[in-house]
């Protein structure tokens, strides 16, 4: 069983490498934002097994932390710049 | 390896196979929309699956509720972003691939 | 089998975090280095839950990888339009000059960094665990991590909420943040997720602050939560504000810290050293400054993603749209 998980985070680690590799490579804004998603879902899921691995009952709160605040990053992202330009520039003094 | 493990296993298993299909898509998907599908939903079933085995394998009433919360925390907080992201890209004039005929 | 495994993923981990700060740092798009940073902390908060240390992992991915990307956020969205001014590219960093000056710069910082941890006589290296792990049934809380922030050093605690504080008085002396505008929300999903998570962010929040009395958790993590709080709503509704709430941003920030050094004094004044507590109140007296802590760390940290003093709206207490304040102007 332990051989499986371990297998397992190195397999997880591997997508989640590979979709980072993506999001520096994406061609668009859009794609970039991408990595709040695949680092909310796939670092909840390394940090599930490794709750088991390690046999760390705290790292399933830190997969919680991890889960709340990349939802909050992923809205930041997916709300930049809505801005007024004549708004902004009086906040800049 | 008791029943559990095994069935823990499965369900892990079951997991990672999902997730390497999201990652699949989002590395090999010619367009935002189509990579924000397989991360979204191939993503979020492969953490379903994940939560299911590790709840399993774990034993404990309350990390399994915990893991329930997590798991519908992620599925909410998914749906609210990608929602927003590709809102986000359709307004800055961003149009959904077509296959050249 | 797992040991190969285990070397094989924090080999990976360590590769990635190495290649996303390279990548954060190297690249000319901005918002690239942003999201690459912001990777690079939740990664980094992995290597911390892999090192054993989950408090350490909560507080980087809460504020070190949460706030800290809001607030870069924030500051790239007010960068776009100053520098778009200036160079007409709004997105690009200028290129460096003169390289060979910073890297033999930072090549001598390291080499002192070195030489200054190897001259440490080995016996020095983990030499207050023992005694730390013996006080802590006397110390008030289970948790060693929560008892060394709260009451072996608690002094050092009480610095660093003043320092934060600092923090937001420096950016309040700088810039002024948005103008109050019609709180209408951006949507009807953002609007429904805001209703459901804002008031289970702050339970979840809650949780945390309770869970560092016997596990990994504690004020930053908690107060950390609170400020997320403050975000998702500031980014559902936009900023809205009330003139006369300028007074629970100075309280609120202040909070814990007056707390905090209420407590210490009050206990000199009963004879004992500055934030000594007696004898079986000490988890008692922890909870208390947590609590306090938690309440001015969200505040202080959501000021600092506000970025500047507040506003007055147009007219005193009355919301006003944001079309009417342009058109005044």
């Known amino acids: 069983m332990s051989a499986f998980l371990s297998v397992s985070l190195v397999v997880l680690l591997i997508t989640m490498a590979a979709g980072l590799v993506r999001v520096a490579r994406g061609p668009t804004e859009a794609d970039r934002v991408l990595a709040s998603l695949l680092l909310g879902t796939t670092g909840v899921a390394i940090l599930l097994v490794l709750s088991l691995v390690m046999s760390m009952p705290a790292a399933v709160d830190v997969a919680l932390m991890f889960a709340v605040l990349s939802a909050i990053i992923g809205i930041a992202f997916a709300l930049r710049g809505r801005v007024a330009a004549s708004e902004s520039e009086k906040d800049l003094e | 390896m008791n029943g559990i493990e095994v069935l823990a296993s499965i369900f892990i298993g079951i997991g990672l196979l999902f997730f390497i299909a999201g990652t699949a898509g989002l590395l090999r998907f010619p367009d935002v929309y189509m990579r924000l599908h397989a991360l979204t939903k191939a993503d979020n079933l492969g953490l379903g699956f994940i939560s299911l085995g590790v709840g399993l394998q774990t034993g404990s009433w309350s990390i399994g509720v915990k893991l329930l919360l997590i798991w519908l925390a992620v599925l909410l907080a998914s749906s609210t972003v990608s929602h927003l992201i590709a809102r986000r890209a359709l307004r800055g004039g961003m149009s959904p691939w077509r296959r050249e005929q | ?286 909870l208390v400054i947590e609590s306090a802590a938690t309440v001015s760390i969200g505040w202080t940290l959501l000021l600092l993603f506000l970025g500047g003093r507040p506003q007055a709206a147009s007219q005193k207490g009355i919301l006003v749209e944001e079309d009417e304040v342009e058109g005044q102007a």
């Open chain 3, 1 to 286: 089998m797992i040991d190969l495994a285990a070397k094989a993923f924090d080999a990976l981990l360590a590769g990635l975090i190495l290649w996303l700060a390279w990548s954060s740092l190297s690249t000319q798009d901005i918002l690239k280095g942003i999201v690459l940073f912001i990777a690079f902390g939740l990664c980094m908060g992995l290597a911390w839950v892999r090192l054993n240390a989950p408090d350490i992992a909560l507080v980087e991915a809460a504020v070190a990888s949460g706030i800290t990307g809001a607030m870069l956020l924030g500051a790239w969205n007010k960068m776009r339009l100053s520098l778009a001014k200036m160079r007409g590219d709004e997105t690009k960093l200028p290129e460096p000059g003169r390289p060979w000056l910073h890297i033999s710069g930072l090549m001598a910082m390291g080499g002192a960094l070195g030489w200054a941890i190897f001259s440490i006589p080995p016996e020095n290296t983990g030499g207050l665990l023992v005694p730390a792990m013996r006080e802590l049934p006397r110390s008030g809380v289970g948790n060693p991590v929560t008892a060394a922030l709260l009451n072996y050093r608690a002094y050092d605690t009480l610095l660093e909420i003043g320092v934060l504080l600092l923090a937001v008085v420096g950016v309040w002396s700088i810039a002024k943040s948005r103008k109050p505008a019609q709180g209408v929300p951006r949507g009807p999903i953002l609007y429904g997720f805001a209703r459901i998570s804002a008031p289970l962010l702050i339970l979840i929040g809650g949780y945390f602050l309770w869970l560092g009395t016997s596990r990994a958790g504690g004020a930053f993590q908690a107060g950390a939560l609170m400020a997320a709080v403050g975000v998702l709503l500031v980014l559902t509704y936009g900023p809205t504000r009330r003139v006369p709430a300028e007074w629970i941003d100075r309280w609120g920030s202040i909070f814990g810290l007056t707390v905090f050094l209420t407590l210490g004094i009050g206990f000199m004044l009963q004879g004992r050293a500055m934030l000594e507590y007696s004898a079986g109140s000490a988890g008692a007296w922890i």
